[in-house]
């Protein structure tokens, strides 16, 4: 290894070890204090209450058919003239394998594959 890849890794375990005595917020006012382009990396419970996730209302909720109430993401790109929520919910299970069959050609054979247990 070259005296200057020594160098950086030595300073690179210098600057975690100091790092890692700082909580979240110290960290965070401290490089920015210095101008250091940084973010906190949430928990996932502390996804749905960042003020960030909250304002871009980032999630919605809504009610599934069959699991009931769900909080889940919109679409990532948003623009003025497209729809703004998801398109519904998730399929349950084989919801539609009967149209996708049929789809593929194979709509006459649909009550066999059931059968033969190719198709739940």
Do not use: W, Y
């Not at 749905?48 to 909080?71: M, S």
């Not at 398109?87 to 149209?99: F, I, K, N, R, T």
């Amino acid at each position: 290894m070259g005296n200057l890849a020594a160098l950086a890794k030595l300073l690179t375990a210098d600057l975690a070890q100091a790092i890692g005595k700082l909580g979240k917020e110290e960290a965070l006012a401290r490089f920015a204090a210095e101008d250091v382009p940084c973010g906190l990396v949430r928990e996932l419970s502390e996804l749905h209450f960042d003020a960030q996730i909250v304002t871009n209302q980032t999630f919605v909720e809504r009610e599934h058919p069959i699991c009931g109430r769900l909080r889940e993401p919109r679409p990532p790109a948003r623009f003025g003239a497209g729809p703004l929520e998801p398109a519904g919910p998730a399929p349950a299970l084989g919801q539609h394998s009967d149209e996708i069959l049929r789809e593929l050609g194979a709509g006459d054979r649909i009550a066999q594959l059931r059968a033969q247990g190719v198709v739940g």
